[in-house]
């Protein structure tokens, strides 16, 4: 950016000044707005241009409905502080502000000033400061002398439409500032995604395919961001973004807190965006940002191969062939743009709209066209919703008619992907590894396999996947200066004996119990080396308060298992170059002999303790989910966003009802905006960055592999999968409500808010906790959903066909009609699969009770009864055979018989009230689902499923 931009977006940030919702109409705002940009040091700069106005005429139309100018709308903030939710339109009054303007803008005045004195002088960095710093300035108690906390992130951009916020506003208009005089609205996307990330053996592989794409999408989004700023990226948003917060400290020096390395680690950015940028430089700027992403994917690639080449000792011209071919055009990238040339004319680009689209004779956008033009002429902003679907259309059609340049591999396959020849030098020991099997496998195993233990015995892997498997250790820490990022990732198996681990730590001091474990763990250290260790799940690791708690936390978890130190044959492979043969049988007996010394000696702490804290045994299942956001496209698109009447303030929203003009297009859905767009982004950006993680990783055994967005891969230890699955979807829409007395959190998908309380350091509350709530982040809302596939694997299961699994789950899942559904299979390692699908919860009660009924709470219920052994699993065999052909019954009818069959299999026989009691409600509950549309034979399905969890997920 040049200095005529930087100020010029400055001037852009501070037209409006952030507190002018509460001093409009006591206070001249443009004057205020010139005293910010004094204090800021922009002496000869502190005005509004003419640019800056027109830049803040479209975002206003973008952002506002055009409400007729005979009517003169008043909606005072500090008397009556309204706003809305901006995606549902949730209403929330905030009760009487303070009159007094004088400490407000007193706040206002000292954050700015704390900006000026950083960055005294540099316009750049003054202008980056107000986009990333200046909300977090204004929050700092040192300058909040007004006490409004997080009020300030709420202050509507218009009091009489309150969805969106000043700072919206303000960024938009900085946006379409460094674009004109000719706007251009640029959609960028890489791929292939699916293929790209789905390609895994092991679930470090995952990991390394999403952070790979992350990066390469923030490589092109970077470019975007240092020609016209970050603030010209619509979505996703870039504010508090790890990478983006890592530019800005490293190559623009601003004094912002260095992002989080488990944030920094984890791959949170979708693989598109959409910019505002100027006509004359789209062309340029997409060609360049596709540049950029092929030359960051060339430089990972070959960083790797230059590592291998240096280890391995290779110089080869077949082996640079490989790369070359392999590397040059995998990855794909699309753009489209809308430009405008005549920024005057809205009917021209209206009509060729219609004939692009196919849009019907009678458009409800022309009514609400029509009634605009009685107020404040439209302008580009007016049709923002228009301009962005055309755009995403032709994007689309570019994707639909991309030069396919298919390589063809020769030869052998590589073991991951299988469809690219395996990386070679030609020859190994003066064989051909293109056609000599032997001598491509002895090359892997010989050379690669010795010198990179990242990489498995029998592996053999092309240019793309060993750049997945390889790029974290030898791009983005050498090369990213990301030293110590947390490239690694657990184990399934260290997922699957996760709750036996933290179980066997939290008795360790138990009956000798340490002893027991540190020997087995130097046994197996003796017999492993290196293999000995792998990635604990973070809140075992925690629970550790001693070096012998730490080991037995990092060691791998297949070593838990019997039969890994009974494959004689595999650990002999695995020594043979390490010991005699003799040496090797004496460390695998006493490994052997200590695993039994400390299993007997779990055996008998378990005969001291209750049921529920016995440490049992190790599970050799894991469960993977997979969430996704419901109707994505229709919240970009608009088309789930709130009605018009909805997003109004009550006060012109009465006004208007009786105007005959607007009494339809009060019903109308709110025309797609910026800011929507923007409050998307924001509510998504803080799910994958701040939510999923604290749910899944600090709240219970899991580990988020990515989440991107409206979408979460994890890996959930069975004893907390359904806690797990409940708070995801409830987070993701915000359907959380905090007791006034108790401080506490709970779910609730009828009256939720909408927003997601956080503690004093910004992180989301778990549910029940009762931290004192010190602020909130943005959800997507009540009215938004999302659907999961989820399935229960054993840990030996391929990792591929899991992952294929778990798609197809969450594809069965959005099958449902109106979706807000999950779907969950059980894979059994003796063959066969178990799977239901079902929604969150009903908006129904059975005998009429109404209210909302949730499914995941009743599959708990059932799965604790199987658990203490309540009832017998036999249940679910006598429900699946006596029920076939009750379906047409009345419910009354098949209650009972179900409660029949429930009595029949029951065990805990002493205490009949209480008994009838849980067995009418658990009944009682299958009988919600059976009227929410599961068959019997579905409900004997979703009972298998809760008994298998019931036995196995304690583990």
């Given at each position: 950016?040049d ?18 919702p509460?001093?409009?109409?006591k ?33 206003s ?14 909606a ?9 939710h901006?995606?549902s ?18 706040s206002?005045?000292?954050a ?24 977090g ?11 409004l ?8 951009a ?22 004109l ?18 390609t895994?053996r ?20 970077k ?10 990226l ?12 890592k ?54 690639c ?6 291998m080449?240096?280890r391995l ?12 071919r ?6 794909e990238t ?25 849009v ?21 902003g ?18 639909a ?45 010989e ?7 990242q ?11 060993v ?10 820490k ?9 490239d ?7 997922v ?11 008795n360790?001091?138990?009956n000798?119990l ?26 075992v690791?925690r ?12 060691l791998?978890?297949?070593w838990l ?10 650990l002999w ?15 695998l007996?006493t ?20 049921d529920?804290k ?9 469960a ?10 229709k ?14 303030h ?20 709110r ?14 950006r803080d ?10 990783e600090?709240?219970?055994l899991?580990?988020?592999?990515y ?10 230890n ?14 993701f829409s915000g ?31 778990n ?12 959800s ?6 999302a ?33 807000n559904?999950f779907?969950?299979a059980?894979?059994k ?16 009660g ?5 209210g909302?009924?949730e ?16 009832i ?26 179900l409660l029949?069959i ?5 065990k805990k ?6 008994n ?10 299958i ?7 599961l068959?019997l ?8 499923v ?10």
């Open positions: 950016m200095v005529e931009l930087e100020i010029k977006k400055i001037q852009a940030l501070l037209h409006d000044p952030p507190e002018k509460i001093i409009l109409g206070i001249g705002h443009e004057g205020r707005a010139k005293e910010l940009m004094l204090e800021l040091g922009l002496v000869d700069e502190a005005s509004i241009p003419d640019d800056v106005r027109t830049a803040d005429h479209i975002s139309a973008a952002d506002r409905i055009n409400l007729p100018k005979h009517e003169h709308f008043i005072d903030f500090c008397g009556n502080p309204i706003i809305k901006p995606l339109a949730k209403e929330f009054n905030l009760k009487k502000l303070p009159d007094d303007t004088s400490r407000i803008t007193a206002a005045d000292r700015i000033i704390n900006l000026e004195k950083k960055y005294s002088g540099d316009k750049e960095k003054l202008y980056l400061a107000l986009w990333r710093e200046l909300f300035s204004l929050m700092d108690k040192k300058n909040d002398v007004a006490k906390g997080q009020l300030w992130e709420l202050l509507p218009d009091t009489r439409i309150p969805d969106h916020s000043i700072w919206e506003h303000k960024r938009v208009t900085s946006a379409i500032a460094g674009a005089p000719k706007l251009a609205f640029l959609l960028f996307a890489i791929g292939p995604v699916q293929d790209f990330i789905a895994a092991k679930t470090q592989d995952l990991w390394a395919g999403s952070y790979l794409l992350s990066y390469l999408s923030w490589s092109a989004m470019l975007v961001a240092e020609e016209f700023g970050p603030d010209s619509i979505f996703p948003d870039l504010c508090g973004q790890p990478f983006a917060d530019w800005l400290i490293n190559d623009k020096n601003l004094e912002i807190a260095e992002p989080e390395l488990e944030k920094l680690s984890s791959p949170t950015l979708p693989n598109r965006f959409l910019a505002i940028v100027p006509a004359d430089s789209v062309r340029d700027i997409a060609e360049n940002a596709k540049k950029q992403v092929q030359k960051i994917f060339h430089e990972a070959y960083a790797v191969k230059d590592a080449e240096a000792g290779i110089e080869l011209d077949d082996w640079e062939h490989i790369w070359s392999q590397t040059a055009d995998f990855i699309y753009w489209a743009a809308t430009i405008f040339e005549n920024m005057k004319d809205i009917a021209g680009f209206i009509s060729e709209y219609k004939q692009l689209m196919g019907a004779d009678k458009w409800a956008f022309d009514a609400l066209l029509s009634a605009y033009k009685k107020g404040f002429a439209p302008n580009i007016t049709i923002y919703g228009q301009i962005y679907k055309l755009t995403e259309k032709a994007l689309g059609s570019s994707k008619v991309r030069d396919f340049k298919q390589q063809d591999e020769p030869n052998h396959k590589c073991t991951l992907c299988g469809v690219r020849e395996p990386v070679h030098p030609g020859l190994h020991n003066n064989k051909d590894c293109s056609k000599d099997f032997g001598a491509l496998r002895g090359f892997w195993q050379k690669v396999l010795p010198n990179f233990p990489i498995r015995k029998s592996e053999r892997l092309c240019a793309v996947c750049t997945k498997r390889l790029s974290s250790r030898h791009y983005f050498e090369k990213l200066q990301f030293n110590n990022i947390d690694n990732f657990p184990s399934v198996s260290m699957a004996t996760a709750s036996f681990k933290l179980r066997v730590i939290e360790i001091n138990n000798n340490a002893v027991k474990v540190g020997c087995f763990v130097d046994a197996v250290d003796a017999l492993a080396g290196d293999r000995c260790s792998g990635i604990p799940i973070p809140m690791i629970a550790c308060r001693d070096e012998i708690s730490k080991k037995f936390a990092r791998e978890g297949d298992y019997k039969e890994t130190l009974e494959d004689k044959e595999t492979e695995e020594n043979k170059n390490k010991m005699s043969e003799d040496d090797f049988d004496n460390v007996l490994a052997k002999k200590r695993w039994k010394e400390l299993f007997d000696a779990i055996k008998e702490i378990d005969k001291t303790l209750p529920d016995r440490i049992g045994s190790p599970s050799t299942y894991y993977i989910l997979l969430m996704d956001g419901d109707n994505m496209g919240w970009l698109s608009g088309e789930n966003a709130p009605t018009i009447g909805d997003v109004l009550p006060i012109v929203k009465n006004t208007l009802e009786y105007d005959q003009n607007w009494q339809a297009l009060l019903k109308q859905r025309p797609l905006n910026p800011s929507l767009h923007l409050a998307i982004s924001k509510a998504l799910f994958s960055l701040h939510v999923a993680r604290e749910i899944v600090k709240d219970h899991g580990k988020v592999v989440a991107g967005g409206d979408d979460v891969l994890a890996f959930v069975l004893r907390d999968l359904p806690e797990v699955m409940r708070k995801l979807r409830a987070y359907c959380l409500v905090a007791d006034d007395t108790t401080n506490k959190i709970a779910i609730d998908f009828k009256e939720g808010e909408g927003f997601i309380p956080v503690d004093d350091s910004g992180e989301a509350i549910v029940g906790s009762g931290k004192q709530i010190k602020g909130f982040m943005l997507m809302g009540s009215k938004a959903t659907s999961m596939g989820v399935v229960i694997a054993h840990h030996n299961t391929n990792l591929s066909q899991v992952l294929d699994e778990v798609r197809k789950c969450e594809k069965e899942a959005k099958k449902l009609r109106d979706k559904a779907c969950i059980l894979a390692q003796s063959g066969g699969t178990e799977q239901v699908s079902a929604k969150w919860f009903y908006d129904f059975y005998e009429g009770q109404g909302i009924f499914t995941i709470p009743l599959f708990s219920q059932w799965a604790d009864a199987f658990y203490y052994d309540y017998s699993p036999k249940i679910v065999y006598a429900l699946r055979t006596e029920t076939i052909g009750l379906e047409k019954l009345p419910a009354q009818a098949i209650r009972l018989e029949r429930a009595k029949r299999q029951w026989k002493k205490e009949k009230e209480s009838e009691k849980v067995l009418g409600e658990l009944v009682s509950g009988m919600n689902l059976h009227a929410g549309g068959s034979d579905e409900i004997g399905k979703f009972l298998s809760a008994a298998f969890l019931g036995r196995e997920g304690t583990r």
